[in-house]
Nanobody, 125 residues
Framework: VQLQASGGGLVQAGGSLRLSCAASGGTLDYSAVGWFRQAPGKEREGVSC????????YYVDSVKGRFTISKDNAKNMVYLQMSSLKPEDTAVYYCAAALRIIVSMMRLPSSYDYWGQGTLVTVSS
């Protein structure tokens, strides 16, 4: 499975962006998908994840109430709607897919099998 993340850009604090993760060469129907981010000098962080059927989701505390993850199996796409963006949300955002995952470990990068290239999100103050 190849993943392509898009939708990043420059936005002012308080603004919104929607990131998209498109899959090709395979289906996301049976995959959990996660969004991760990495800021300069920091470790990669699990931002939000969704199980294969959408029944389970995870959000890191810092984005709860502001970000929403969704999965469209018919289109083989996963989205991350980001609202009320803050400068501390600035990072390169990556999407990743896992063929098998333990829900309690959805936030860990090591749980994922496939990674897309990153898309840069810059939030100005």
């Amino acid at each position: 499975v190849q993943l392509q993340a898009s939708g990043g850009g420059l936005v002012q604090a308080g603004g919104s962006l929607r990131l998209s993760c498109a899959a090709s060469g395979g289906t996301l129907d049976y995959s959990a998908v996660g969004w991760f981010r990495q800021a300069p000098g920091k470790e990669r962080e699990g931002v939000s994840c969704i199980s294969s059927n959408g029944g389970a989701t995870y959000y890191v505390d810092s984005v709860k109430g502001r970000f929403t993850i969704s999965k469209d199996n018919a289109k083989n796409m996963v989205y991350l709607q980001m609202s009320s963006l803050k400068p501390e949300d600035t990072a390169v955002y990556y999407c990743a897919a896992a063929l098998r995952i333990i829900v309690s470990m959805m936030r860990l990068p090591s749980s994922y099998d496939y990674w897309g290239q990153g898309t840069l999100v810059t939030v100005s103050s």
